[in-house]
């Protein structure tokens, strides 16, 4: 006997409630073990084994202990693949640790801070800090500074590289 599209749908729904209703607490205890009682990731898997389970609904065997051997296989292998998918990707760059910084109430700190620059500005050539004020704190590509000064891109860039270097270099002996 055929069974009409409505048949079947309500049919497969059905199914799918019934494997839900039967078997969703003994899959979601094995994921919490799995996933060392991460209750959100387990219940995410959870759901992607239902999923997966209506998907492959034919694939689901009908008696109620290999429906559920069939579920528990499923969701340990979506936690395997979620191990190995983080083990594969490259490590995460971590931020350096930035609170040494002084912030905008440290008044102390910001004074000491600019300070220190300005005494490591006044070690430098007068043409390095020309330059280095020219690009950083009026803000000018090397393009323009070039045009202004009379001198090659390539050579504006060594020379804030060079002056960098030495403001530095100061920065670190004060």
């Known amino acids: 006997m ?10 497969a729904a059905e199914r799918m409630t019934a494997l839900h209703t039967d078997h969703a607490r003994a899959v979601l205890g094995l994921l919490l073990v799995l996933t060392h009682g991460q209750r959100q990731t387990a219940e995410d898997l959870l759901q992607e084994t239902m999923l997966r389970a209506w998907r492959h609904l034919d694939a ?8 559920r051997r069939w579920l528990l296989t499923v ?21 350096v640790d930035m609170t040494w910084i002084p912030g905008r109430d440290d008044t102390t700190g910001t ?3 600019s300070y220190a620059v300005r005494q490591a500005l006044g070690r430098l050539s007068p043409a390095q800090r020309s330059l280095l004020c020219e690009v950083y704190l009026v803000g000018r590509s090397p393009k323009e500074v070039a045009g202004r000064l009379g ?15 030495a403001l530095r270099s ?5």
């Open 2 to 11: 055929l069974l009409a599209p409505d048949e079947t749908t309500a049919t």
């Open 60 to 67: 689901v065997p009908g008696e109620a202990g290999a429906a």
């Open 111 to 113: 004074a000491l801070a």
């Open 75 to 95: 969701a340990r292998r979506l936690v395997i693949d979620g191990v190995r998918l983080r083990l594969s990707r490259p490590a995460e760059v971590h931020l």
């Open 170 to 174: 100061n920065l670190k002996a004060a």
């Open 151 to 165: 001198m090659p891109v390539g050579t504006v860039k060594s020379r804030t590289h060079y002056a960098l270097c």
